[in-house]
Structure formats: structure tokens, C-alpha cells
């Protein structure tokens, strides 16, 4: 059993910075891809960004791509997502996910295990 524990979300003006933490504890296996995904109320949840944790790649929506960074530190069983620039259309709730491989790594559906989340608001 793996458990996920998210990080790091707050207020920030537009144009402003925040940086998600996701811890993992326990057993690792099948969380070989670390994806971090957002959900406002009444929509689907939406996949941000992805890490493979064996190799480093890594992969991004189109909408953050160039603004948010996606990284991990394996001593720490931590990964991050640095976000840069925020817009007030980034406000979300924002989860961090762990699944077998990335192959399909924006569909939250694939993801076996998830954190509780953590609240970004961006203000203009």
C-alpha cells in the first residue's frame, strides 16, 4: 500500500510562484509514474503533469507546459511541481497520484493510488 501525501498549496497573486510536494510512504511498487492532477468543482479531474521515476521523463498538458516543472528526489520519495506564472485559471485542487507506467499518464482512471489533495488559489 502506498500513501500519498501532498504539500506546498496556498494564495498566490497572479504571475506569482508555488511549489506542490507529494511525499510517498510505504511500498513502492506500482507507483513508477508520479502524476499530478487538478479538479475544480463540477469538472473532471485533469492530469498537469507527469514523472516515469525509473529514467526521469517527464510529461505536461499543453496548458502548463513552459510554467510548471515536474521533479522528483528519490532519496526523499518526494516529488514536486514548480509553478511558475500562475493564472487565476490554475486555481484547483490539486492531487498527486501514482500508477504502474505513464503510457497513459493524463488519465486519472489509471492511477491506483491518490493523496487528499492540496487547495491552489490564484488571484488576478
Known amino acids: 500500500q502506498v500513501q500519498l501525501v501532498e504539500s506546498g498549496g496556498g494564495s498566490v497573486q497572479a504571475g506569482g510562484s508555488l511549489r506542490l510536494s507529494c511525499a510517498s510512504f510505504?511500498?513502492?511498487?506500482?507507483?513508477?509514474?508520479m502524476g499530478w492532477f487538478r479538479q475544480t468543482p463540477g469538472k473532471g479531474r485533469e492530469g498537469v503533469a507527469a514523472?516515469?521515476?525509473?529514467?526521469?521523463?517527464?510529461y505536461y498538458a499543453y496548458s502548463v507546459k513552459g510554467r510548471f516543472t515536474i521533479s522528483q528526489d528519490n532519496a526523499k520519495n518526494t516529488v514536486y511541481l514548480q509553478m511558475n506564472r500562475l493564472r487565476p485559471e490554475d486555481t484547483a485542487m490539486y492531487y498527486c497520484?501514482?500508477?504502474?507506467?505513464?503510457?497513459?499518464?493524463?488519465?486519472?482512471?489509471?492511477?491506483?493510488?491518490w493523496g487528499q489533495g492540496t487547495q491552489v488559489t490564484v488571484s488576478s
Open positions: 514523472i516515469y521515476t525509473v529514467g526521469g521523463s517527464t
Open positions: 510505504g511500498y513502492t511498487y506500482g507507483s513508477d509514474c
Open positions: 497520484a501514482a500508477d504502474f507506467s505513464c503510457d497513459n499518464w493524463a488519465d486519472w482512471y489509471e492511477y491506483y493510488y
